[in-house]
């Protein structure tokens, strides 16, 4: 560990002494240089207005980090992340139900999603996914149903090359 490393964390042993705070990040006894309710953070920077700018033991820096606008970063920093992990949440609820009603109709969820996932593969991509896709199902003893243009194609095809067949060989006899 060299002298800064060492520095640090001797930085660190002294904020958490001082805070009666443990490694866990549990509360031993006293207050420390935050307090926090359940859902509303609430800073007492104290401690730390009386920390900032002192030296630690050992330290060549003259600022410690342990200090009130570091803390209010980290509050800050805090209430966004729990600002934007409930509308996340917000957000996939809103999700789930219009899924929901997707399914309540008839499609299949798991098939919605795959289409989604398709529509959003770079295009590129797609025709070795269709090429890959119909070969194991096919592998699988599942092929892909024909729809009903391809089908109507393929039997005009079909009905094409025997006429064009029969007129050949009739042609010939004559």
């Given at each position: 560990m060299n002298a800064k490393e060492n520095d640090f964390a001797n930085?660190?042993?002294?904020a958490l002494k001082e805070s009666n705070t443990s490694i866990g990040g549990s509360k031993q006894q006293g207050s420390g240089p935050v307090q926090a309710s359940a859902s509303v953070f609430e800073p007492d920077f104290s401690q730390s207005k009386?920390?900032?700018?002192?030296?630690v033991e050992g330290s060549t820096e003259t600022e410690s980090i342990w200090n009130a606008e570091t803390a209010e970063k980290v509050v800050e920093f805090a209430k966004t992340q729990a600002d934007i992990k409930?509308?996340?949440?917000?957000l996939n609820d809103q999700l789930k139900a219009a899924k929901s009603t997707l399914i309540?109709?008839?499609?299949?969820?798991?098939?919605?999603?795959?289409?989604?996932?398709?529509?959003?593969?770079e295009e590129g991509k797609r025709e070795n996914f269709d090429i890959t896709y119909a070969y194991f199902r096919k592998c699988l003893g599942h092929p892909i149903q024909d729809d009903l243009f391809v089908a109507?194609?393929?039997?005009?095809?079909?009905?094409s090359v025997k006429?064009?067949?029969?007129?050949?060989?009739?042609a010939s006899e004559d």
């Open positions: 930085e660190i042993n002294k009386q920390q900032a700018g002192t030296k409930e509308q996340r949440t917000a309540a109709m008839g499609f299949n969820g798991e098939a919605m999603e795959a289409a989604i996932k398709y529509s959003n593969t109507a194609m393929r039997e005009q095809v079909n009905v006429n064009k067949s029969t007129s050949n060989t009739l």
